[in-house]
Each structure stands twice: as C-alpha cells, then as structure tokens.
C-alpha cells in the first residue's frame, strides 16, 4: 500500500511568519512530487512540484525534497492571511498514471 | 495552459434521478482521466482512472454499476451518477494531466457539488 502521511494541523502562524508543511511517503520508487493548495470548498491547484534532491524556490514558495529520507515539505516565507487553505502533497511513481495524496495540512494564517 | 473544465458546478437532484458530470480539457487532449470524490473535512479520494476508448478502472469499492463513466473522446470524460441517493451528496472533481511528459502534474477541474434530496 503506497502511502503518503501528512500532519492535518490545523498549523497556525501568525502573518508575515514562515509556514512549513511536511509530507513523508512509503514508496521508495516515487519520482514526482507535487503540492496542491485547496481553498474550503474549492478545488486544488497547483503551487509546485519537485523531481530532484534539494530546494525549489517559485516566489514565496520553496520545496524541499529528500529522496533518502522519504520527505517533501513546502515553505511559505511571508504568509498572509489569503494562503490560509488546506496543502495537498501528491506523489507520483515513474509507472503507471496514478498519483497518491495525502490527507491534507490545514494551514491557518492569524492576521 | 492545461484547463480543465467541469460542469455543472453544482446541482440539486431527488432521490432515484440520475445526475450526468462532464469534464472537458480545454486545450490539451487527455487519454487519461481521474474522478475524485470529497466529503466535507475529508480528503481526496480517487474513485476512478477514465481511458479513452476504454473501459474506467473503479477503486475498490466504488460501484461501477452506479457510478457509470464515459470517455468517448480524447477531451471529455463523463460520471454519471445513476439513481442518486441522499448518501451520494458530495463534491465531484475531474482532473487530468496535459499529456506532457510522464512526470506532468495533474489539473483539476472546479469540481461539482451534488446534492440529492
């Protein structure tokens, strides 16, 4: 069973702070790792992915990747109250179509 | 670029009737397509993989016979939902990728909203 674990929060920072959401997953053949912002009662979208060992940055967002530790987190330097929203963190191996969620971080953003 | 559109955006159905979700790429074309379903405070769950001009693969559990899907062509894939029940009422998302390369992300539609009375 490939799984992907997230903390469900709610993790709450005060404006301004940096957020930092973790995900770790089981599936060593992983290759692709993607995060997913969703607002309550919208969609997700996309805000990032990652392939490679290391740091991602893309404005106010860096993600993180360690293949030999399993582990992917996403930064959010400057939060404001507007990233308040649930982080999906998704990973995708190099066969088949499927990709695997986790269940979420609530981010919380106090003005 | 790679939109995905759904539709409708919600909708409102008695019990028994059966309720038709399309999900369109706008401008890629998409062998592969995924439905998910959302209860409130919960997490994605994957219900099926749509294949063009092929039959769907259901995840365990998830009923074929009522959750009936369409992928007769390389932009649109449909779910419809047969003889809805109150416990169906959830929110539908379509997503799929742009076709690029193997480790493209997914893009999801705005999702549909059902709910049965």
């Known amino acids: 069973q490939k799984e992907v674990e997230q903390n469900s929060g709610p993790l709450s920072v005060p404006e301004g702070a940096i957020a930092s959401l973790n995900c770790t997953y089981s599936?060593?053949?992983?290759?692709?790792f993607f995060w997913y912002r969703q607002y309550s009662g919208k969609s997700p979208e996309l805000i990032m992915f990652?392939?490679?060992?290391g740091d991602k940055e893309d404005g106010r967002f860096t993600a993180q990747l360690n293949k030999a530790s399993q582990y992917v987190s996403l930064l959010i330097r400057d939060s404001q109250p507007s990233d308040s929203a649930t982080y999906l963190c998704a990973v995708k191996g190099n066969y088949g179509q499927n990709f695997v969620f986790g269940p979420g971080t609530r981010l919380s953003v106090l003005p | 670029g790679a939109v995905v559109s759904q539709h409708p955006s919600w909708v409102i159905c008695k019990s028994g009737t059966s309720v038709k979700i399309e999900c369109r790429s706008l401008d890629f074309q998409a062998t592969t397509m995924f439905w998910y379903r959302q209860f409130p405070k919960q997490s994605l769950m994957l219900m099926a993989t749509?294949?063009?001009?092929?039959?769907?693969?259901?995840e365990q559990g998830v009923e074929k016979d009522k959750f009936l899907i369409n992928h007769a062509s390389l932009t649109l894939s449909t779910l419809t939902v047969t003889s809805a029940h109150p416990e169906d009422s959830s929110f539908y998302i379509c997503?799929?990728?742009?076709?690029?390369?193997?480790?493209?992300?997914?893009?999801f539609g705005n999702g549909t909203r059902l709910t049965v009375t």
């Open positions: 997503s799929a990728r742009d076709g690029g390369p193997y480790n493209s992300p997914l893009h």
């Open positions: 599936d060593r053949g992983s290759q692709s």
């Open positions: 990652i392939y490679s060992n």
């Open positions: 749509s294949n063009e001009g092929s039959k769907a693969t259901y």
